[in-house]
Nanobody, 123 residues
Framework: QVQLVESGGGLVQAGDSLRLSCAAS????????MAWFRQAPGKERDIVAG????????YYSASVKGRFTVSRDNAKNTMYLQMSSLKSEDTAVYYC????????????????WGQGTQVTVSS
């Protein structure tokens, strides 16, 4: 009932910036949260940042806080992830996810997912 479409991934050098977008469509009634997760080869899928749609409250993982910024555009039903000072450790497939009520750090609690977009940072 909810579809998520991601864009913006690519190949950049360490220290560069990149912005990811996630456009949502379908049912958007009630309170909900959206989040960015990432997964590198052989690693677990971990939360990067999340945003509560009602008031814009945010969550950031310790590894990206101060470098990444999550934001939303209510009119466009779109979430963004502005990534700055990128490091080789940020290389991963980045996924957009959505769920009801609250931001959660557990990927298994999100019923809606985008297709993923590859971010590669060369050192």
């Amino acid at each position: 009932q909810v579809q998520l479409v991601e864009s913006g991934g690519g190949l950049v050098q360490a220290g560069d910036s990149l912005r990811l977008s996630c456009a949502a469509s379908g049912r958007t009634s009630g309170t909900y949260a959206m989040a960015w997760f990432r997964q590198a080869p052989g690693k677990e899928r971990d939360i990067v940042a999340g945003i509560l749609w009602s008031d814009g409250g945010t969550y950031y993982s310790a590894s990206v806080k101060g470098r990444f910024t999550v934001s939303r555009d209510n009119a466009k039903n779109t979430m963004y992830l502005q990534m700055s000072s990128l490091k080789s450790e940020d290389t991963a497939v980045y996924y957009c996810a959505a769920r009801t009520t609250v931001i959660s750090t557990r990927s298994s609690t999100y019923p809606y997912w985008g297709q993923g977009t590859q971010v590669t940072v060369s050192s």
